[in-house]
């Protein structure tokens, strides 16, 4: 008697593959931007500043990554997107050093803000001999010689702005000396009023100013200590200038004949008491005028009263801090300090 048959149950592995792939949801397709021309890429990223690029952007995707490693993209290097961060100096000098070293000496305008010394500029000066603008936002790490230092090794610039710092008429003479195609130069400050260290060193920069940077067309001097003297130097060894700004300064007299030929030769002034609306710092005086101050311009505190007691500070924030008047912010030698 023949045996039954066995009858055995078998899945076919076709199906079993399929039964497979079909309990996974597939891939979600990526973001648009990842497939983006390089060009539109970078731009983009550019805008996020040199901070936000190195320390986070660069990571999101390979795409980024490389993109992010293109000298091209270094050209313009913005490290104040970000002051508001909480990031120590020692972070933000090593996150600019890697910045310039990837713009592999391509590097053409960069721009500093509330950090740096003179060890970070020699390293940028050494890597960085296209550098047509440089700004720089500074405290008191960079010292006096600085930038007389480096000088040199900007042949090319064009554009030096330097902001809420003091440099010294050795460095002004060595930047004129050895940057033969600057066409604009600011010098900002805070504006001083009644107070003179020494009347006779505060035409020191505009002399230097005169003497060495002819080719001169943009200049900033707000807040400078100038006076008359330094101011017609400025006119006479700097012929081609198209606009100049004297805001705070508050030493200058331009009633007369000279405010004449400012008038005339100066397409775009800006007059000491003009409106400081729209900068982009806070516009600090320091008041410390008395009975006895006598200008080296030869106005006197009764021809500068409307100055003194009449100043109008709508166009910028006013409080406790800002206040020019208030004994809070001076030292027990009386000059004016920032609270930290």
Known sequence: MPKPKRL????????QKASTSSSKPPPPPSPPWVELPREITADILHRLGAIEILQNAQRVFSTWWKVCHDPIMWRDIDMGSDIDVDIGDDVLDELCRVAVNRSQGQLHKINIEHFGNDYLLKYIAERS??????????????SDGGLAAVAKNFPLLEELHIYLAVISKAD????????????SFTLNNIGFRGFRSSYY?????ALAIAGNMPELRHLALFGNDLTNEGLCAILDGCPQLESLDLRHCYSIDLEGDLGKRCRQ????????????????????????????????????EADLSDYIYDYEYDDFDYDDFTNPFSSEYLDEDGFFYFAT
């Open 265 to 300: 030769q100066i397409k775009n002034l800006k007059r000491p008491r003009d409106s400081t609306s729209g900068y982009e710092f806070r516009a600090q005086i320091c008041d410390y005028s008395s009975s006895n101050d006598e200008y080296k311009s030869g106005l006197s």
């Open 129 to 142: 001999s296209q550098l047509r603008h440089l700004r720089l936002v500074t405290r008191d790490e960079i």
């Open 201 to 205: 060193y505060v035409n020191d920069e």
């Open 172 to 183: 002004i003479e060595a930047i004129g000396c050895s940057c033969l195609q600057l066409k």
């Open 8 to 15: 055995v149950w078998r899945i076919k592995q076709k199906n």
